[in-house]
């Protein structure tokens, strides 16, 4: 038993989910095979038996999983107007082509609800993106994971959280998409742990990271505007950072003192912003936002502040993986963002006067937007409309 835990090739997990798709011939599922009038019958595999063989073949992330039957990955089919065999990004360190049915295949194993397809399938595409730069996420030895940040109606629809415990557990939509990201990673991109994912540690983070912006309660612009997209149109937004870090402020009645306690938290050595000035996360619940916001803040005076005050002393910046680039000091410092448009600021989660803090990876990931659209461009209001498309 233990000869089989040993992969003598690394590529082994991979090539294992691939046998799977080819052995799944939905024609053979019918009752007979010569009529086509006649019910179809379904056998759901044994779940425990199922997770276990997969979890063998290191084609999950240790938890169970719903077993792929041709029938349930129908069900997400019907979500996409895409063909199942259509390539939706290519994806490394192994530069696995990441298919329609492929992706769906994950989803149902992550258990996802059929309608969460959309928002798989644009996080999937957005990942891909050159300047997201996968190849680095995947490979590194940093704990980054990656983070996506759904706006717009569709997770509204879908019942995304975006308040209490939005990142924590309890949400279907949120746990599932980012469990369904992430096997999408192990079982075509390769990222394997002590294979394609070279993590040292790994993280929690890396389990599941999704969350949507409470934008009712935000007294600012929303991220999908801020980007350029209008209100009613749905995006996925997705960036490489840390596991977030609470930031507890419950005293500051102004939005001087609360910026500079949430900058201090930010100003962290050891932190791959402390030597490479990059994007960091900031999720501000509406409690700390409604404080600030009242003060007479817009958003980006927010986002200018924390730029020029979130900074860490050259003595402690310069530990970091790589030498200090002389370009980044400022007065003895080094800020950790290199612009305000490095501050990826969102409002999220219930009461309470909590800010949490991601940081990110530095110059080698840009966090990147997508809308929710059909293949002819046209965004996707509804999930409705993909079955009144059929």
Wanted: with cysteine; aromatic share 6%; glycine share 8%.
């Amino acid at each position: 038993m233990a000869r089989n835990n040993k992969l003598h090739s690394k590529w082994i997990a991979v090539v294992q989910f691939d046998d799977i798709l080819e052995s799944n011939d939905v024609k053979n599922e019918r009752l007979c095979i010569n009529r086509t009038d006649d019910i179809e019958v379904f056998v759901d595999p044994d779940p425990e038996k199922t997770s276990y063989n997969f979890y063998i073949r290191r084609m999950t992330d240790g938890l169970p999983i719903i077993p792929p039957t041709g029938e349930r990955i129908r069900k997400f089919l019907n979500y996409t107007d895409l063909a199942s065999e259509d390539i939706i990004a290519v994806l490394p360190p192994r530069q696995g082509k990441a298919t329609v049915e492929k992706v769906a295949i994950n989803s149902v194993m992550a258990g996802c609800q059929p309608q969460f397809m959309p928002v798989i399938q644009h996080g999937i595409e957005a990942i891909s993106s050159k300047k997201f730069n996968l190849t680095s996420v995947n490979a590194t030895t940093h704990p980054v994971s990656i983070c996506m940040i759904l706006n717009g109606p569709i997770p509204r629809e879908i019942d995304a959280a975006s308040g209490v415990g939005c990142l924590g557990p309890g949400n279907l939509a949120n746990a599932s998409i980012g469990r369904a990201l992430r096997l999408c990673l192990i079982n075509i991109a390769g990222a394997v742990p002590g294979i394609g994912d070279h993590s040292t540690m790994g993280s929690p983070a890396k389990y599941s990271y999704v969350f949507a912006e409470n934008e009712s309660e935000n007294p600012w612009e929303s991220l999908h505007i801020e980007r350029g997209f209008e209100p009613d149109t749905s995006t996925s937004t997705v960036i490489a950072v840390e596991a977030p870090h609470n930031v507890n402020d419950h005293r500051s009645t102004n939005a001087e003192d609360l910026l500079e306690t949430i900058a201090h938290t930010a100003s962290t050595a050891g932190c791959n912003n402390s030597h490479v000035p990059g994007e960091i996360l900031v999720i501000m619940s509406p409690e700390h936002a409604e404080t600030i916001s009242k003060d007479g803040l817009n958003k980006y005076d927010v986002k200018k502040f924390l730029h020029e005050n979130s900074v860490v002393p050259i003595e402690h910046g310069d530990k970091g993986g790589r030498k200090l680039d002389d370009k980044w000091i400022i007065d003895g410092n080094v800020p950790i963002t290199r612009s305000p448009q490095d501050i990826v600021l969102v409002v999220a989660g219930g009461p309470g006067r909590h800010t949490m803090i991601a940081h990110g990876f530095g110059t080698s990931s840009e966090s990147v937007t997508k809308p929710i659209l059909f293949k002819n461009g046209s965004p996707v209001h509804t999930i409705l409309e993909y079955k009144n498309r059929k």
